[in-house]
């Protein structure tokens, strides 16, 4: 198959139509709605999830997904708040960075270092609003778009390798899978935000408290603001903990309604 080419699942592609083409058919997926699957089935998937987080050998794993909603919050809200972003980077142990340039103290350095431990929660919330508006492949397509355009940001390695993996793999999904697996890994994805986004938190807490804390967000924030490390903790993990409870509300009504006898009497 050459001359003028095409092809698509099965590649060959060749020429500006054929692009163009590509492109009108990954809007067409990335568009299109899908109901959402039965509550059984997003709360084994919440399980599945939960399993992930908390389990001590897959969490590194999880907690690298955490790692790159947290810096990409941070290089969003630097970018708002004008300053100039240069770097990001992941590291092997988890842990972030995100480099930027601009004045060493104000609201703009203040709000890009407080969005931080936000950040999975917030993301976790968002995909949930798409999966109940019934965009779980748009969901993904939107994650491959944000992956590719943090992977000009990354700086080291490590970072480079971690995003082609997990960009590639949500590409993978997002092109080859039936629509039913797609919107699963979409749920996954989803509720490992929302479960995990107030692990981190509860790790910093911990270690502030073995005097281990001294460069992390919270250390920043107390610096700039002379608001206590604890408040701010406190902020992060009530935040976290509030995300998970909405985030619970829309991807599982049904089960909202179990407890609310309890509360209306």
Request: aromatic share 6%.
């Amino acid at each position: 198959m050459r001359p003028g080419a095409c092809l698509l699942g099965g590649f060959e592609l060749i020429g500006q139509g054929c692009r163009v083409e590509v492109v009108t058919e990954i809007w067409q997926r990335a568009t299109a709605t899908q109901p959402p699957p039965h509550p059984q089935v997003v709360g084994v998937i919440a399980v599945i999830g939960m399993i992930l987080v908390l389990y001590r050998r897959t969490w590194p794993v999880t907690r690298l997904l955490v790692t790159i909603t947290h810096e990409g919050a941070h290089a969003l809200a630097a970018m708002l708040a004008g300053r100039r972003l240069t770097a990001i980077h992941l590291n092997s142990d988890t842990s972030g960075l995100t480099v930027s340039h601009g004045k060493a103290r104000g609201p703009g350095m203040i709000i890009m270092l407080t969005v931080g431990y936000l950040g999975p929660a917030l993301a976790g919330l968002g995909a949930a609003a798409l999966l109940a508006a019934g965009h779980s492949i748009g969901l993904l397509w939107l994650l491959v778009l944000l992956l590719s355009l943090m992977l000009l940001l990354i700086r080291n390695a490590y970072g480079i390798l971690v995003l082609l993996v997990a960009g590639g793999s949500v590409f993978l999904i997002s092109w080859y899978l039936d629509p039913v697996w797609q919107s699963a890994a979409a749920y996954l994805i989803t509720w490992i935000l929302l479960i995990a986004a107030p692990k981190p938190v509860i790790e910093l807490i911990m270690q502030r408290r073995r005097g281990g804390d001294r460069s992390s967000d919270v250390a920043q924030l107390v610096t700039l603001t002379r608001i206590p490390g604890p408040i701010w903790s406190g902020l992060f993990l009530v935040c976290s903990l509030a995300g998970l409870a909405l985030g619970t509300a829309v991807l599982l009504p049904s089960l909202i309604e179990l407890f609310e006898p309890m509360f209306t009497g």
